[in-house]
């Protein structure tokens, strides 16, 4: 779905084109390469795609577990790399990813999306701009759909995914450091695995990833984090909803489900502020193109993401967005908040 959705956004950029793919699922392969318009080379193995050195940078869109070892191998290229989240299932590999790109000095841009997306991108240039004063407390909302099939069904098994709290939600870590400019100290959730998925089974083993869970997240600075995550409440008003609240004021960025996943049905994102007074809320629409929002499923967010990577190829030079550090922290925040949930004991990190 991803390496599907990157094609797509990359084909809505000015002079930028899919020069060729790899895919070790014949079907997919087809199915990219049919998207892509038939123009890129076509590959069984990514390692031919990197020995053809057609490429100006790379993408890679791969299930979890893959991403370190291929990585490696992308690293070896010294071109641009856009890597999709996580940047691994553990800290360990994102540690040793990180340490190689370090010496082969190769700009690793992670793919946080969510950053990118309109809204959530709007509020924190208007938080910046000092709109709620100095922000204290932080909470997510995501009530969505389950968790889609995938090839093979990788996506079913945390030691494929690194778990729920890392695999769908290193994006909400990245948001809390993001917007409360600081780094995780201690984590404590609660989770459970009550309603999706439990009818089924591959090879004899049923899934075993999170499907609902509560966190709060304490930061360096005083700031806390609050997540509600619940991967069963399809067909809501707001897929998410982000609230933020300040010294001065409040602020809530309210995201509808994706527009693939509702019946092609436009809906606007907004943002509603308020001060510290009775006054009504004030309310910001935020359009954005539906041709963005037809490409993906992430509410036009891949696409912008997809605009800063293109300027970094481009000019040669420059820093990703989204670094490998920042990678690193989503995979350790995620992780401690699936132990917390596994043993019922809050995490410190150092």
């Known amino acids: ?23 070790s699922d014949p079907s997919m392969l087809e199915m990219s390469a049919e998207l892509a318009g038939g123009r890129g080379a076509a590959y069984s193995d990514y390692r031919d795609l990197l020995a053809a050195d057609i490429c100006d940078a790379y993408v890679v869109a791969t299930p979890n577990d893959t991403h370190h070892d291929i990585m490696l191998d992308v690293l070896e290229a010294k071109k641009p790399i856009l890597c999709e989240k996580p940047l691994c299932t553990t800290s360990t590999d994102c540690r040793s990813l990180i340490k190689r790109a370090e010496i082969l000095n190769v700009p690793v841009w992670v793919a946080m999306e969510y950053r990118f997306m309109p809204p959530l991108a709007r509020m924190l240039e208007r938080m910046r701009s000092g709109e709620i004063g100095n922000p204290v407390m932080l909470s997510i909302r995501e009530h969505r759909f389950p968790f889609l099939q995938k090839v093979g069904n990788w996506n079913r098994f945390n030691r494929r995914t690194g778990g729920t709290l890392v695999e769908k939600c290193c994006h909400f870590w990245d948001l809390m450091r993001l917007m409360l400019q600081s780094d995780p100290v201690r984590v404590f959730a609660s989770a459970g695995s009550d309603v999706n998925h439990k009818d089924e089974l591959y090879d004899g083993e049923f899934p075993d990833i999170l499907d609902n869970a509560f966190a709060v997240v304490e930061f360096a600075n005083g700031t806390r984090g609050m997540l509600d995550l619940c991967m069963f409440a399809e067909g809501g008003d707001w897929q998410n909803t982000v609230s933020v609240v300040g010294s001065s004021g409040r602020m809530e960025a309210r995201v509808p489900a994706t527009f693939r996943f509702s019946a092609g049905k436009l809906r606007h994102s907004e943002i509603a502020f308020s001060d510290r007074t009775f006054r009504p809320d004030a309310v910001e629409q935020i359009p954005v193109d539906s041709r963005i929002l037809e ?4 509410h036009g967010s891949t696409f912008f993401q997809h605009q800063g990577f293109y300027d970094l190829v481009r000019k040669g030079s420059g820093k990703p967005a989204v670094s490998l550090r920042d990678g690193l922290w989503s995979v350790v925040l995620g992780e401690a908040a699936e132990c917390s949930a596994r043993t019922g004991r809050s995490c410190e990190l150092k």
């Open 1 to 23: 779905m991803m390496g599907a959705e990157h094609i797509r956004n990359i084909s809505l950029l000015e002079d930028a084109s899919v020069a060729g793919l790899a895919d």
């Open 295 to 298: 490409a993906g499923e992430h």
